[in-house]
């Protein structure tokens, strides 16, 4: 079946703009999360959202990051007032459920803010 | 909140020798322990996890162990190849849900 796929694959764009990443995870799995992984880093949580649940926010470096799953299936990170720091590789992974199954990571999408 | 250190960074191995790379934990809670490697411009994969209530898990040439009174886990590579050059990550679980907390990643090369 098809993986956890991401759009856009890259991404340029200026100091101080808002950008939207996407995520769809694999049909059926209610875990999604999003990770940050700079280069030559390890990955950094970001956010995790389990079915209905209030999403775990506490990975996000500051206001200016936020996160939305809607019907419980596709998810937008947004940052807003992009800063050159947070050019990095944004991944996002999704899992059956939050009981220690694996987690499945999308192709991620590489963000350079100029 | 929960720490993960991973040592050593980089490690260069010979094809056929064996390549153990090593963590450690903070939060005593933490229950699951995944290892995940990812080769160059890929998404991470993972390779092999273990669970607080066991010891010891293999796979083919691939085997974790876990230390829990220590809070360390180590992964075992042996017969290594030139294919199982990546850089591999550790990670663990926090109690209540499986946010997981990653290492900072081994750069595992394997020459021919």
């Known amino acids: 079946g098809a993986g956890v796929s991401q759009s856009p694959s890259n991404k340029v764009t200026e100091k101080g703009k808002d950008v939207e990443l996407r995520c769809d995870p694999i049909?059926?799995?209610?875990?999604l999360y999003w990770y940050r992984q700079s280069l030559g880093q390890g990955l950094e949580f970001l956010i995790y959202?389990?079915?209905?649940?209030?999403?775990?926010k506490s990975g996000l470096p500051s206001d200016r990051f936020s996160a939305e799953r809607t019907g419980g299936s596709v998810s937008t990170l947004t940052i807003q007032r992009t800063q050159q720091e947070d050019s990095a590789v944004y991944l996002c992974?999704?899992?059956?459920?939050?009981?220690?199954?694996?987690?499945?990571f999308g192709p991620g999408t590489r963000l350079t803010v100029l | 909140g929960e720490n993960v250190e991973q040592h050593p960074s980089t490690l260069s191995v010979q094809e056929g020798d064996s390549a153990v790379i090593k963590c450690t934990y903070s939060d005593s809670a933490s229950n699951y322990f995944p290892w995940y490697k990812q080769e160059l411009g890929k998404r991470p994969q993972l390779i092999i996890d273990?669970?607080?209530?066991?010891g010891e898990k293999k796979d083919q040439r691939i085997a974790v162990t876990l230390n829990k009174t220590a809070k360390h886990f180590s992964l075992h590579i042996t017969e290594t190849q030139p294919e199982d050059s990546a850089v591999y990550f550790c990670?663990?679980?926090?109690?209540?849900?499986?946010?997981?907390?990653f290492g900072t990643g081994t750069r595992l090369l394997v020459s021919p």
């Open positions: 959202f389990q079915g209905n649940s209030a999403p775990d």
């Open positions: 990670a663990a679980s926090i109690r209540s849900f499986q946010k997981l907390v």
């Open positions: 273990i669970r607080s209530n066991v």
């Open positions: 049909s059926g799995h209610t875990a």
């Open positions: 992974a999704s899992s059956l459920n939050n009981r220690g199954n694996e987690q499945f």
